[in-house]
């Protein structure tokens, strides 16, 4: 009886396990880097001689016409920590029974290690 019980729970919580593709990853070429998950692009990056120009892809500029820009960088590292932080991934994120609360900010590859186990 437990283990049947067992699995009758874990039928349960399929619908509300993280599923990997709506982990954000990011693509990158030479010129442009973007941040997306199958369902949203949250912000992307684009080579402008030998800086990055980094927008948020999530929330308008001020005249609503179009995505925020967050900043130039010298570096495209730079560019994509400031994405992930401007996105904030503002979302609740069930794994494992845990959740990350909205507002917290989020590391990709802890979150990505988290699913791989």
């Known amino acids: 009886m437990p283990a049947r019980i ?5 039928k349960a919580r399929e619908p509300f396990q993280a599923s990997p593709e709506l982990i954000p990853v990011w693509r990158e070429s030479a010129d442009v880097c973007a941040l997306d998950d199958s369902e949203r692009h949250l912000g992307h990056a684009i080579r402008v001689d030998k800086h990055w120009i980094a927008y948020d892809a999530i929330h308008f500029n ?4 179009g ?3 967050i900043g130039t960088f010298e570096t495209i590292a730079a560019a994509k920590h400031a994405i992930e932080n401007a996105v904030r991934l ?9 959740t990350l609360e909205r507002e917290v900010k989020t590391d990709l590859r802890n979150l990505r290690a988290r699913l791989a186990k």
């Open 90 to 98: 503002g979302w609740v994120w069930a794994i494992s029974g845990a």
């Open 67 to 69: 995505f925020r820009i």
């Open 6 to 10: 067992t699995r009758l729970f874990e």
């Open 62 to 65: 001020p005249s609503n016409d």
